[in-house]
């Protein structure tokens, strides 16, 4: 797939510009699923992406998308990909690690120290290591896109030490890793489709749940939270899968679009994404939420309390992904 990028990208700025274009390009219609709402910064890169691909298709293709959850959650939607009935999705990483393990390598918490350090290791030869697996499960993964550090908001109390988390119901993907670091922390973890966690807020059957600033804010739950606190405990990638049944039917001009689009589309929403980040914090503020930061000595307890995950999990992930991440972490920090 990675020397097909390099060379089909080369090949494409020749061909777009040289050759009659669109002798393998085929009218087609193409389904993209999302759990998010339309003003989400994916919401920035499905623009990019449609703008990309209309012009490189010369308006053959419409893309079709759907949001918050309209077509189903995350795992339903893949599943669809992967039985061909759907072209796309863009999903978080965390609820398909029952079909593809390695993927819980991202759920490990406090992973990440920042957001360069997810783009090098998602842009690079991990990132590559990881869509070499999805084939085989039915999955093409054409970019890597960002949801972002997730923090923690609740109705019940300001969260500033371990101490707080204590009996608080949290909802956590669907997503064992998550489950054990909450569970963990002390909380009384919940796993549930993101489509279900508005209501599940508002009429109190939860107090809790964790997502990146833009979430909060452009799913409204400053409407149903009161607290959030800024633990940025772990950070989840978006991918842009295609159903690999349907990409076979591609041609290999058409695959490299989508690839080529993808990745403009990456760009424009991990932009639009670190943008919009601080202006939701804001806003949440103004809508009325109590934001906190915690104190550096109650963040080293709370980061201490939930190392055993790393360990308990590398197991079902698989050492060789655990090892490959952290010493790929270690070559950017050094
Ligand atoms: O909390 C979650 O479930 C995720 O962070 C969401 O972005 C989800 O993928 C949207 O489909």
């Not at 010369?58 to 339903?76: E, M, V």
């Not at 371990?162 to 997503?175: E, I, K, P, S, Y």
Request: aromatic residues 8%; contains cysteine; proline residues 3%.
């Amino acid at each position: 797939m990675k020397t097909f990028v390099a060379t089909g990208l080369a090949a494409t700025l020749m061909f777009s510009v040289a050759l009659p274009a669109h002798a393998e390009i085929s009218q087609r219609t193409i389904t993209i699923s999302n759990g998010v709402a339309e003003d989400h910064p994916v919401g920035d890169g499905v623009a990019a992406m449609t703008q990309c691909t209309t012009e490189r298709t010369d308006g053959a293709w419409t893309l079709n998308a759907f949001w918050s959850s309209a077509l189903g959650d995350d795992l339903q939607a893949t599943q669809a990909l992967r039985s061909g009935t759907q072209e796309m999705v863009i999903t978080s990483t965390s609820p398909l690690v029952g079909i593809e393990p390695a993927l819980g390598v991202f759920d490990l918490p406090f992973l990440f120290a920042d957001a360069a350090e997810a783009d090098a290791i998602l842009d690079g030869e991990f990132g590559d290591y990881i869509n070499d697996m999805l084939p085989e499960s039915n999955l093409v993964n054409l970019a890597w896109w960002e949801n972002g550090f997730r923090n923690l908001t609740n109705s019940v109390r300001p969260v500033e030490t371990l101490a707080d988390f204590d009996g608080m119901r949290v909802r956590v993907m669907q997503n064992n890793i998550f489950l054990d670091t909450f569970q963990t922390l002390g909380t009384n973890a919940t796993p549930m489709a993101f489509g279900e966690v508005f209501t599940a807020l508002e009429t109190r059957a939860i107090d809790a749940q964790e997502n990146p600033f833009v979430t909060i804010d452009t799913s409204q739950f400053y409407e149903v939270q009161d607290y959030l606190s800024v633990t940025n405990h772990a950070y989840t990638p978006f991918m842009v899968l295609f159903s690999k049944p349907i990409f076979d039917t591609y041609s290999e001009e058409e695959q490299q679009i989508l690839i080529d689009c993808a990745i403009i589309g990456r760009d424009v929403q991990r932009a639009a994404s670190r943008e919009l980040s601080g202006q939701s914090l804001q806003r949440v503020i103004d809508a009325g939420m109590q934001v906190n930061e915690i104190a550096d000595d109650a963040m080293a307890e709370i980061r201490d309390a939930v190392q055993g995950v790393y360990e308990r999990h590398a197991g079902e992930i698989g050492q060789e992904v655990v090892d490959r991440m952290m010493a790929a972490l270690d070559e950017i920090r050094n």
